[in-house]
């Protein structure tokens, strides 16, 4: 009897230990699922791609990458990297180089154990054309809102399913919280598993939440002039060089970032050149009257002119805006195009009229799209075509570039479905130029990065300049349009 006892004893122990290991093990399993995986460029889109995902408890970092969607046979590469702990999760951010040129990877990430979904892009091929995919200014906190942007971006990718890159112009949440970037993951998750990311700063991901932005992309900081609210970087593509700014930097732009776009610029032989940003300089939304994003038709704009770069594309006003080449402030045939993206999500502005002709000339504006309920739909610099509110929706640009000729087309996505349940997509912008290519000389060798005490005694400066400009160009501006503010606020309560 007594042994039978024992023998019941040391099953049942058996069996609380099994049950207790099974469910250490499963929870194990729980917190090494790798979410927030995204891919980006990373140094030479030819041959390597930046992979950053998160865990909830700490565990190995793998990446394995084929050429079969199914994963069979060896992996051609195996890369593996340590994670580390940000805000109550862990990061894995992992850098693949070797690559070949022009092929479609398949990967995914895991601990060696617990593997991710497949994800999937394709390396640039090395000739001269390029395809992408720009939007800006999800900038959601609920995950409805999250998922209506996510809708925006779907429907870019059935208008340009061979798009090489997507790049996001900023403001990817609002408060840039744990819970807003996991809304930002379940929505966008699938697109980003399929794609490769150009990620930009915006305010919302970068002011006052430090390190957040460096924190949820792998990007190349090496030149960066600091990552505290953001990173500059740039890559080639195609025949085009890009350059990704950070608009947080001294509020909007400090001098050293200046000087590394100026060099940076000047160090491809590239056809064409092209910056991404965060804050626009052109603008007719509400944040067109504030000093720090009109600083940049100062300071951003001189260095643009000086280093002949064809297109400016920004977010931050939420609408559509395109201007006319510009050079010195002023319409010239070859000068720099700036786009305001519009803003993919459903925050949406409105126009502040008193902007025309204060802050930005309306001879400028080349095509004009207003997402908000309740205004034209768009303008193509002399008139208003407000065919329906239909219209009104989030809004995506393709890109493609293609030897000498830049086309660039602006969608919206009407909220609205039609009669048949079907989504209404609307062209409501066109751009296309053409310039003579192989003319671009590289003037820029060596070191573009800047040294910490540059970057702070530099910041005087760039205060100073910023000071300087507010004080004698845009205070005068901005009393001037002092009343049409207050009349506006009276009316809409905001201004
Ligand atoms: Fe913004």
Redesign the pocket.
């Known amino acids: 009897m007594k042994m039978l006892k024992k023998s019941l004893c040391a099953l049942l122990c058996l069996i609380m230990l099994v049950s207790l290991c099974a469910q250490s093990f499963s929870a194990a399993q729980e917190g090494t699922t790798p979410r927030r995986i995204s891919v980006t460029v990373n140094g030479d889109p030819t041959s390597s791609r930046g992979l950053c995902w998160y865990t909830d408890v700490k565990s190995a970092s793998l990446a394995e990458f084929y050429t079969n969607a199914l994963l069979t046979g060896e992996p051609i590469s195996v890369t593996s990297s340590e994670a580390t702990e940000w805000e109550g999760a862990y990061m894995h951010k992992l850098t693949v180089t070797g690559l070949e040129a022009g092929v479609t990877y398949y990967y995914r990430v895991g601990d060696g154990t617990n593997w991710s979904e497949v994800g999937t892009f394709r390396t640039d091929d090395g000739d001269a054309s390029v395809k992408f995919i720009a939007v800006a200014?999800v900038?959601a906190s609920s995950l409805e809102n999250f998922e209506k942007g996510a809708d925006t971006l779907r429907a870019a990718f059935r208008t340009m399913p061979d798009a090489d890159f997507v790049a996001n112009c900023?403001?990817f949440t609002n408060d840039s919280t744990n819970e807003e970037w996991d809304y930002y993951d379940q929505a966008f998750a699938q697109m980003n598993l399929a794609s490769t990311l150009v990620p930009v700063a915006?305010?919302?991901d970068g002011l006052g939440v430090w390190h957040w932005f460096d924190n949820m992309f792998n990007l190349d900081t090496s030149e960066s002039v600091q990552t505290l609210n953001g990173v500059n970087y740039s890559f080639d593509y195609g025949n085009a060089h890009f350059a990704v700014l950070n608009t947080n930097d001294i509020l909007s732009i400090s001098d050293a970032q200046i000087q590394w776009l100026k060099n940076d610029m000047n160090s491809t032989s590239k056809d064409w050149k092209i910056v991404f940003m965060?804050?626009s300089p052109y603008t007719l939304g509400k944040?067109g009257k504030w000093p720090d994003a009109l600083y940049l038709q100062d300071a951003l704009a001189a260095a643009c002119d000086e280093v002949n770069v064809d297109l400016v594309m920004s977010?931050?006003d939420h609408m559509y805006l395109r201007t006319k080449p510009l050079t010195g402030n002023a319409v010239s045939e070859d000068g720099t195009v700036y786009v305001l993206a519009g803003t993919a999500g459903s925050k949406r502005y409105e126009i502040r009229s008193f902007l025309g002709d204060t802050f930005l000339q309306t001879e400028f504006i080349d095509a004009l799209a207003v997402q908000k309920n309740g205004y034209g739909n768009y303008w193509n610099g002399k008139n208003w075509h407000s065919k329906s509110d239909t219209n009104i929706g989030g809004c995506f640009n393709c890109i493609s570039i293609d030897g000498g000729t830049l086309t660039l087309k602006a969608y919206i996505l009407a909220d609205a479905k039609d009669e048949n349940g079907n989504d209404v997509i609307t062209n409501v912008d066109t751009y296309s130029v053409t310039k003579a290519v192989g003319e671009n000389q590289s003037s820029f060798e060596g070191d573009n990065s800047t040294g910490e005490l540059d970057f702070y005694t530099g910041a005087v400066t760039s205060f100073g300049s910023l000071a300087a400009y507010t004080l004698t160009s845009w205070l005068p501006k901005f009393f001037s349009i002092l009343p049409e503010i207050l009349r506006v606020y009276i009316k809409f309560g905001t201004f």
């Open positions: 200014d900038q900023g403001d915006g305010n919302h965060h804050k944040d977010g931050h």
